[in-house]
């Protein structure tokens, strides 16, 4: 008979940093996708918005009319995901830092820390071009 034991133990420290710094370079990256995501999306609801101005048969228009509008709600759900990255990112900056805080006099960790400080740091600076609200609504506005 094997007996398994749920390892209760915490993780050391420098496996925490990695895995929270891990996390926060993902996050930016991701919010980094959605923006990406946003303008490719952007470029796709105008090339149906013209495909429906140029069709001159109604069945198609319709059909294009009706394509239109399921891009632009794809854009709009795309568009609620950036705010959505960027309590995420702030999160995980918070965990990160508090976990830097604790060990910033840890001297078996100094290259864990310097990677976890250089994350936060970009993190920073991805937040701080924070798109805001009205930007990302103006974006998905037909015209």
Do not use: C, F, W
């Not at 891990?22 to 495909?51: H, P, S, T």
């Not at 759900?77 to 900056?93: F, G, N, S, W």
């Amino acid at each position: 008979m094997v007996i398994t034991t749920k390892r209760t133990a915490a993780p050391n420290t420098q496996t925490q940093l990695k895995i929270k710094t891990g996390a926060v370079n993902r996050l930016v990256k991701e919010r980094g996708l959605y923006l990406k995501e946003i303008d490719e999306q952007q470029a796709r609801v105008e090339a149906y918005r013209q495909r429906a101005i140029s069709e001159t048969d109604e069945t198609k228009r319709r059909t294009y009319d009706a394509d239109l509008r399921k891009q632009n709600e794809v854009l709009e759900e795309t568009v609620l995901m950036v705010p959505h990255m960027e309590r995420r990112i702030r999160d995980a900056m918070q965990d990160l830092d508090n976990l830097v805080l604790s060990k910033k006099d840890d001297t078996e960790d100094i290259e864990a820390l310097a990677s976890a400080k250089e994350a936060l740091a970009a993190a920073s600076s991805v937040l701080a071009s924070t798109i805001t609200k009205s930007d990302l609504s103006a974006s998905t506005k037909p015209e």
